[in-house]
């Protein structure tokens, strides 16, 4: 099976953004966004969705985190629409609970084409390092509008906002990593639209 690989650029006023994505890789990552825990965090969901990932950022920083963050997110999600192509054979579908520590996260995903979020979760500070806690539900609402996937995060048990944050990300990898996955009994979309 060819790899499924997309690359996707995105450069504004206050954004210069290279991801690179490998959906069938090994966990990857090579991540500069210029936010530490962010780039924490990115590294995670490539190690856990076994995703080869590129991310080089340039932001405005000296503003806040909101564009290098919401922007990353913008590309990142057209780069997995790219990389997932037409998605004939994926399972579409996928879902997950994971714990870290006292916190455990449901998230399920549907890569329908149609975009929707739903987020919920609650964090006690306003930052962990130099990343914005707020800016974690606006990174998944860019990647599901541009992706085109309906978007489940719900932490079901809360506590430390770093854990918290980790694993809706680890959740996500994972979530995604089952909905792109090939099976062979799948022999064009599932969906009896014929399309998605």
Do not use: Q
Not at 60 to 79: F, K, M, P, Q, W
Not at 80 to 95: C, E, L, P, Q
Not at 126 to 136: A, P
Request: proline share 1%; hydrophobic share 40%; with cysteine.
């Amino acid at each position: 099976m060819e790899a499924r690989v997309a690359e996707y650029k995105r450069k504004t006023d206050e954004t210069d953004i290279s991801v690179k994505i490998n959906l069938d890789g090994s966990g990857k990552a090579e991540v500069d966004t210029g936010i530490g825990f962010f780039d924490h965090m990115l590294k995670n969901f490539a190690r856990h969705g076994l995703f080869d990932l590129k991310v080089k950022v340039t932001g405005d920083l000296y503003v806040d985190c909101h564009h290098t963050i919401e922007d990353t997110g913008i590309a990142i999600g057209n780069a997995i629409r790219r990389a997932v192509g037409d998605k004939k054979g994926i399972n579409r579908y996928g879902s997950v609970i994971l714990p870290m520590d006292e916190s455990l996260c449901l998230c399920a995903l549907d890569l329908s084409g149609r975009p929707y979020l739903v987020f919920n979760a609650d964090f006690t500070t306003d930052r962990v390092g130099y990343f914005d806690t707020e800016m974690t539900r606006e990174f998944f609402y860019a990647i599901t509008y541009t992706a085109g996937m309906n978007l489940h995060i719900k932490m079901l048990e809360s506590g430390n906002n770093h854990h918290m944050i980790e694993i809706i990300f680890k959740s996500f990898a994972k979530a995604l990593d089952n909905a792109t996955k090939k099976d062979d009994r799948i022999k064009d979309v599932l969906s009896t639209k014929g399309s998605l």
